[in-house]
């Protein structure tokens, strides 16, 4: 039994912290906010009963995010901190109720929009932005300045004003979704690579070598904190440090509402649950803050949030459309994929097509049958994902989806290993897709980087029957500039 939490903790470790690899260091998520908040919730919840088994690499003890080494690194002079979110109600007013329980009596809150972009902090001294540093792993982030002052948004150099020598200020850079939606149509055309999200685009457009890059692609930004030193000299409260902060020149949303009950702050989340598909960014949740400054030194912080904030997320967005058909791709590597050809239909910024099954025990799970209603969401508005079939919706003589048995390109048997997911064909010298993936991997980036040799002079290698494996690429076609 211990074995099992011990072996549990372990594995949720490794698979949280590799999401947070993916997330924050390729900018490449591979799961939903959702998904990842159950699993880290449920990792929580097994340290805090058997601390024993904590690895001290845990993703429960740090800020997610890392340093990228092309940017100088800066150490923040306050720790950027995350902050802990809620999918429910309940704890949202368990949170007031605590909240309420240290101070002695309810308090106000602040009600902001929580941008889904990249955080960031800014410091100016005597007026002048001189440091723009990402979050990186919350002590220490990267410096982008120059990539910052890209965003016409952003005072480089602040008018006279009552502020003080030194501060920083932080915030959300962003792209909206139509310039996401241009842009991205645009690398498409291109044949460069897209972003799944708006998010992800900002992500890869902040980290560019390249700030003439960078002012291409329109980014927008929204600052919502002040750090000083002696702060409670020029204000008490959240609120007005907002109002200041605005008069000094910096861009702060005017979705912001100051709250005198929890019911209040429902109400702001109810309202924009339903009115953040109108707006032209896209938004995660509402983020909730002790106003009064001295209450919120009273709070404190955990180890890695602050207790006098708190975020509630939205869960993502789902629609149902109709499966149409399922298809099976073979990988360079043999393993067979199914993907679900859907029904065409709108969803979060994008027209959703196609949704991974991952493989046959997905299908299973689902109990897919041909030409079933699906709920489909994007979690975290990434990639599309079929959370359930609509068994209302089925006709009485729908066949259920069955998956195959053979290669569908080479029809060789396919193999499942013992204790795996996913099934593979085993012909990798035979089936084509294997054929040319590995030789299109062979010759990519990442392993020889072959210049002037690309997939598509691969295929047509293939289809002229002159390509069978990587070494027929040195035994035929031997001069390079020929190709
Ligand atoms: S306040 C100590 N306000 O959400 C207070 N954060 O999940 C820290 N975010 O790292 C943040 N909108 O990148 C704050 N209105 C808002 C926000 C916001 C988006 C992001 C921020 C933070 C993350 C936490």
């Not at 949170?95 to 929009?113: S, T, W």
């Not at 979060?348 to 699906?374: M, P, W, Y």
């Not at 030789?439 to 691969?458: A, C, N, P, S, Y």
């Amino acid at each position: 039994m211990s074995q099992d939490i011990q072996a549990k903790i372990a594995q949720l470790t490794a698979e949280l912290n590799e999401y947070n690899y993916q997330y924050y260091v390729l900018a490449n998520p591979v799961i939903s906010d959702y998904e990842f908040d159950i699993k880290l919730k449920e990792l929580e919840r097994l340290e805090k009963e058997y601390p024993q088994y904590r690895d001290p690499n845990s993703p429960t003890l740090k800020v997610g995010g890392d340093i990228t080494c092309k940017f100088n690194t800066v150490k923040h002079r306050w720790p950027m901190l995350s902050l802990s979110n809620t999918y429910s109600e309940q704890e949202l007013r368990d949170f007031d109720l605590r909240v309420q329980k240290a101070i002695g009596h309810p308090v106000d809150y602040v009600c902001e929009l929580k941008f889904d972009g990249i955080s960031i902090s800014l410091t100016y001294e005597k007026g002048k932005l001189t440091h723009a540093v990402t979050r990186g792993d919350g002590m220490q982030g990267d410096e982008v300045t120059q990539n910052v002052k890209t965003i016409r948004k952003i005072p480089h150099q602040l008018k006279q004003g009552d502020y003080p020598d030194l501060f920083e200020i932080r915030g959300e850079i962003f792209m909206h979704k139509a310039a996401f939606l241009r842009l991205n149509k645009e690398r498409e055309e291109n044949g460069e690579q897209t972003y799944a999200n708006p998010r992800n685009f900002t992500a890869g457009t902040i980290k560019l070598q390249d700030s003439s890059e960078v002012a291409k692609r329109p980014l927008d930004c929204f600052l919502y904190f002040l750090y000083m030193d002696n702060r409670n000299k020029l204000f008490s409260t959240h609120w007005e440090s907002l109002q200041k902060v605005k008069e000094w020149g910096f861009p702060v949303s005017e979705h912001t509402k100051l709250c005198s009950s929890i019911d209040e702050v429902l109400e702001f989340i109810h309202y924009w649950d339903q009115a953040r598909h109108k707006l032209s960014f896209e938004i995660d949740g509402i983020v909730i803050k002790v106003n009064e400054y001295p209450y919120q030194e009273e709070l404190g912080f955990t180890a890695k949030s602050p207790r006098w904030a708190t975020s509630f997320k939205f869960k993502a967005e789902q629609v149902e459309t109709t499966l149409l058909s399922v298809s099976y791709q073979v990988g360079r590597t043999g393993v067979v994929t199914p993907v679900a050809n859907l029904k065409p239909v709108p969803l979060a910024g994008t027209t959703v097509k196609r949704a991974s099954l991952h493989n046959a025990n997905e299908i299973a799970r689902l109990d897919l049958h041909e030409g079933d209603s699906v709920f489909v969401e994007k979690g975290g508005e990434i990639i599309p994902k079929i959370i359930a079939a609509n068994p209302e919706k089925r006709k009485p003589d729908a066949k259920p989806i069955v998956y195959p048995t053979h290669c569908p390109e080479c029809n060789t048997p396919l193999i499942r290993q013992e204790g795996e997911a996913v099934h593979y064909c085993p012909n990798e010298n035979g089936c084509k897709p294997q054929i040319v993936g590995k030789v299109q991997h062979f010759i990519g980036r990442k392993m020889m980087d072959i210049q002037g040799l690309g997939d598509e002079t691969i295929e047509t290698f293939y289809r002229l029957g002159l390509v069978r494996h990587i070494s027929d690429l040195y035994t035929y076609i031997t001069d390079a500039k020929s190709w």
